[in-house]
């Protein structure tokens, strides 16, 4: 079991966003911001905000290695994450809480939402004044922003990477409290299209070979 969880908490940290509830810490230093970065960071939040529904494809890498998959983003609150074969996990946020599902081990685990910087990305009413921003920089044609949770400052930080123009989330990494690292990075962004309800709704996928067994005993 404590494999499991080591390895449920692993594929989270890197395409959900987990990490685990901490004990309260000395907030980080904030960045110096400039008024053309907090113009910036309005300009990020009203893009975010502005994100209903988005497919994409990503591509992680991380301690645990690379791998590939489809997500799905249903604004507030809902999430689906497919990886490709032979990855057998699928991740999903339905509003309360983030399921894994590891349809090889046939084992579910789930967690709080709101207890995961994911929350940042699928909160409905995104804003920067919620959270501190450590660092902002720009590169060319790229804009990068780190933060971390200011009720959970030494639970991780998550850096986001985006394209200016046209303004565009690209890529996310999360540093986690043990410091590995992990890299999303995003492709093939559609947006505003009808998603199934279907995709974020939870349901024991295991339960009827759980019952079967118990049957055959």
């Known amino acids: 079991?404590?494999?499991?969880?080591?390895?449920?908490?692993?594929?989270?940290?890197?395409?959900?966003?987990?990490?685990?509830?901490?004990?309260?810490?000395?907030?980080?230093?904030?960045?110096?911001?400039?008024?053309?970065?907090?113009?910036?960071?309005?300009?990020?939040?009203?893009?975010?905000?502005?994100?209903?529904?988005?497919?994409?494809?990503?591509?992680?890498?991380g301690g645990n290695g690379a791998s590939s998959g489809r997500m799905w983003v249903q604004r507030p609150g809902r999430m689906r994450f497919e990886y490709d074969p032979p990855n057998p996990v699928i991740l999903l946020a339905d509003t309360f809480y983030i399921y894994h599902y590891d349809r090889q081990l046939q084992q579910v685990q789930k967690v709080g939402l709101k207890s995961t910087p994911a929350w940042f990305l699928l909160r409905d009413g995104i804003s920067f004044a919620d959270v501190i921003v450590t660092r902002m920089e720009r590169g060319p044609n790229l804009i990068r922003v780190s933060v971390v949770e200011s009720n959970q400052p030494d639970a991780g930080s998550l850096t986001m990477v985006f394209s200016e123009n046209p303004l565009a989330l690209r890529q996310w990494t999360v540093i986690d409290q043990q410091g590995r690292t992990t890299h999303v990075t995003l492709s093939d962004l559609q947006f505003g299209m009808a998603l199934d309800p279907k995709l974020f709704q939870y349901s024991d996928p295991f339960a009827g070979s759980r019952r079967d067994g118990l049957s055959s005993q």
């Open 1 to 61: 079991m404590k494999s499991l969880l080591h390895r449920c908490r692993n594929w989270l940290a890197g395409i959900v966003l987990l990490v685990p509830l901490a004990a309260p810490a000395a907030p980080p230093t904030p960045a110096t911001l400039t008024p053309q970065d907090q113009a910036e960071l309005q300009r990020i939040a009203g893009y975010l905000n502005n994100i209903r529904t988005m497919s994409a494809r990503f591509q992680q890498a």
